[in-house]
């Protein structure tokens, strides 16, 4: 049974940091596409960074510069560190996996390309 289970979310401050795990089981770990995504309440879920199988990182805007994205794949483990948060940030947030690529494409900044999804982590910026 695949799984992609995420944690770390929780209630900060302005200003304050977070860092998102999700972990990965049921299938093989390997050189994938995948992605954070972020739903914001009454909004529709969206992209905001994405990791290939080499490692090579892009950002959405609103979060580049702040946001990290990274991957341990001998713990099945991808993160976000996420610094300097703001109310903006405030969300569910997902991980995504697409098996069927190592190399992220334009169309992952979108929800269809992805076949795994996390349960998502609560994330909540108070100003």
């Known amino acids: 049974q695949v799984q992609l289970v995420e944690s770390g979310g929780g209630s900060v401050q302005a200003g304050g940091a977070l860092r998102l795990s999700c972990v990965a089981s049921g299938y093989t770990y390997s050189r994938y596409c995948m992605g954070w995504f972020r739903q914001a309440p009454g909004k529709e879920r969206e992209g905001i960074a994405l990791?290939?199988?080499?490692?090579?990182?892009s950002y959405k805007d609103s979060v580049k510069g702040r946001f990290t994205i990274s991957q341990d794949n001998a713990k099945r483990t991808l993160y976000l560190q996420m610094n300097s948060l703001n109310p903006e940030d405030t969300g569910m947030y997902y991980c995504?996996?697409?098996?069927?690529?190592?190399?992220?494409?334009?169309?992952?900044?979108?929800?269809?390309?992805?076949?795994?999804w996390g349960q998502g982590t609560q994330v909540t910026v108070s100003s």
């Open positions: 995504a996996a697409d098996p069927g690529r190592t190399y992220c494409t334009g169309g992952h900044w979108g929800t269809v390309r992805y076949l795994y």
């Open positions: 990791i290939d199988g080499y490692g090579s990182t």
